[in-house]
């Protein structure tokens, strides 16, 4: 299994250096070491990750680098940004059509591949919005780690443990939703 993550990595470098041939950008060396750290990662990591990761490798390398490499390589399609429950900004190498499973208590982000979820017909009134160029799913929730984790936790003597509940978010919060939109100055309800 190993074997194939690492040859699916160096396809994704051989796929990204072609890209920057064709479209006249510099293959640099950080630029490289920077996608092989992300394509080789299933766990969706934030720059800061990355930084220290590929640190590691290039002592010399700045945050700054890794910030503008990420922001080129997600204009250029290379990359992607995905949801996260933190402040931070994560990415995804894998540019393959696929959802996320976001965990509600860790925030661990896995891919998940579903056709039914990839032909989900887009609403009239998204439609009326603008031209859709895609459409991502993200489950929330609590992952097997988690759950299990919180089948060994034993509450401490007079303290009770109350679990998040899994997919509560301000996006599908009804009474969230209502005063998200009380507070939208010049749009319109649809």
Request: charged content about 35%; hydrophobic content about 30%.
């Amino acid at each position: 299994m190993l074997v194939r993550a690492e040859e699916k990595t160096e396809k994704s470098v051989a796929a990204f250096l072609e890209s920057c041939r064709r479209q006249g950008i510099k293959a640099t060396h950080q630029r490289t070491e920077i996608l092989r750290e992300l394509a080789g990662s299933e766990e969706h990591p934030d720059a800061e990750t990355l930084h220290a990761r590929v640190r590691k490798r290039i002592p010399a390398i700045s945050f700054d680098t890794i910030y503008r490499t990420l922001r080129l390589f997600e204009e250029r399609g290379v990359i992607a940004r995905v949801g996260s429950m933190k402040d931070r900004a994560r990415f995804d190498a894998n540019t393959d059509r696929h959802h996320h499973f976001v965990c509600t208590q860790c925030a661990m982000i896995g891919d998940f591949y579903c056709e039914e979820m990839d032909r989900l017909p887009v609403p009239r009134d998204v439609s009326e919005m603008g031209s859709v160029e895609g459409v991502y799913v993200e489950l929330r929730g609590v992952c097997r780690k988690c759950r299990q984790s919180a089948k060994t936790d034993k509450p401490r003597a007079g303290k009770t443990k109350e679990p998040q509940k899994a997919g509560v978010s301000a996006r599908n919060n009804p009474q969230s939703r209502a005063a998200k939109r009380s507070t939208v100055k010049g749009g319109t309800k649809g």
